[in-house]
């Protein structure tokens, strides 16, 4: 089982850059997703969750209104449409499977599966 993240890159401020999160293994169409990230020297904070059904979706306030989640469910891809880019999105952006019920869409122990991660660098 495996979660391959991409799509990451060197990027002006103002920029936009769309991440893909590839899913192997098994079908997680019946999972919720989300995208994570994480800068140097802080922790990991949560960015964008899609249902399982891509009915309901859910943003960071920081990224409301410039970032767009969606998931092709035949194609077991979920992406991150980033735009409007800034210096402080700067971080390594992980993808993430689950449906642990104990926690909500926003928490990252939701999640039992989690790609490697794809760097962000939006240049001011």
């Known amino acids: 089982v495996q979660l391959q993240a991409s799509g990451g890159g060197l990027v002006q401020a103002g920029g936009s850059l769309r991440l893909s999160c590839a899913a192997s293994?098994?079908?997680?169409?019946?999972?919720?997703m989300g995208w994570f990230r994480q800068a140097p020297g802080k922790e990991r904070e949560f960015v964008s969750a899609i249902t399982w059904s891509g009915g309901s979706t859910h943003y960071a306030d920081s990224v409301k209104g410039r970032f767009t989640i969606s998931r092709d469910n035949a194609k077991n891809t979920m992406y991150l449409q980033m735009g409007s880019l800034k210096p402080e999105d700067t971080a390594n952006y992980y993808c993430a499977a689950g449906s642990n019920a104990w926690y909500t869409i926003t928490n990252s122990r939701r999640y039992d599966y989690w790609g490697q991660g794809t760097q962000v660098t939006v240049s001011s």
């Open positions: 293994g098994r079908t997680f169409s019946r999972d919720d």
